[in-house]
């Protein structure tokens, strides 16, 4: 195996998104699997762990910062847009098809959290990938806002307004945390958060647990679960039991409705699956998933 730091451009302004190529060795070229992290998560949160799985697998993989996080352009920092999010995604997909090393024609799209829900609108809107793979995923913005303490749903409510309000005079950003207590303006708050959540941050790497609050007004109206109807390929989605995060209800209901989608529960909480026995559960179940759909000698 093999792994080289790469960039790619996104958007209109031509800002560049840094991660990492992963590259299987293989005397012929492996499909490749596109790899993005959740609500203001950066690549190094343990999507190397997954991606060197993968790679081990035979299977090649981009990971990549989305703009404004982690390694990737964008000012300001720390903004958290939906829309560029997914042009991200559909930035990182052309790229992994112009990889010379890899097989373009079989793209495999993964994504964990707010993550598995781009996964899933961006293989919706693609209509050409090979395989979605979906862990723990945002699925419902209104499921996802219920589950948040009320005070504190109240407390980001009002930072977004000031935020959008203040982004019209260029101001800088207003911003929420990203994982907080009950009560604080944050846009996680159940118990398992801050330990969960912040327990993925390297020991010594620069994370900012904080995003411009705009991002607050936006969550409830997003449901990409609703895409999963419309995707044609292969998709697995692997749903938490006990997620207080992204609310296990609507998203066993969306996968249900999906034509191609595979189910798999676990008894876990939103965090639990990224480290221990949870995780080699989940990721074994996620590499059978592809040598049964994207099979590495076809």
């Given at each position: 195996m093999s792994r080289q730091d790469v960039e790619f451009r996104s958007g209109g302004a031509g800002d560049l998104c840094r991660g990492w190529l992963y590259l299987p060795d293989a005397a012929s070229p492996a499909p490749i699997i596109v790899m993005a992290h959740g609500l203001g998560a950066v690549k190094e949160m343990r999507l190397d762990a997954f991606a060197e799985r993968f790679t081990d697998a035979g299977y090649a993989c981009l990971v990549f910062d989305y703009r404004h996080f982690g390694d990737s352009d964008g000012e300001p920092r720390q903004l958290l847009s939906i829309r560029r999010q997914l042009a991200d995604w559909a930035a990182?997909?052309?790229?992994?098809?112009?990889?010379?090393d890899v097989d373009g024609r079989r793209v495999v799209l993964w994504g964990t959290s707010f993550g598995g829900g781009h996964a899933m609108a961006a293989g919706a809107r693609d209509g050409d990938v090979a395989a979605v793979i979906a862990q723990c995923p945002f699925t419902s913005g209104i499921a996802s806002t219920l589950a948040l303490d009320p005070v504190s749903a109240l407390k980001v409510t009002a930072r977004g307004i000031a935020d959008l309000a203040g982004s019209v005079l260029r101001r800088a950003p207003v911003t929420v945390g990203l994982a907080g207590q009950a009560g604080q303006a944050a846009l996680?708050?159940?118990?398992?958060?801050?330990?969960?959540?912040l327990s993925l941050v390297p020991d010594g790497h620069p994370f900012r647990n904080e995003v411009a609050a705009r991002v607050g007004l936006a969550i409830p109206l997003h449901n990409p679960g609703r895409a999963l109807e419309k995707i044609t390929c292969p998709v697995l989605v692997c749903v938490c039991d006990d997620d207080t995060v992204a609310p296990a209800r609507p998203t066993v209901r969306f996968a249900h409705r999906g034509p191609t989608t595979r189910l798999i529960r676990y008894p876990e909480g939103h965090f639990d699956i990224y480290v221990g026995d949870a995780f080699e559960e989940v990721v074994a179940d996620q590499v059978d998933f592809l040598d049964r759909v994207v099979p590495l000698d076809a």
């Open positions: 990182a997909i052309a790229h992994a098809r112009s990889i010379p996680m708050t159940a118990p398992d958060v801050i330990p969960g959540y």
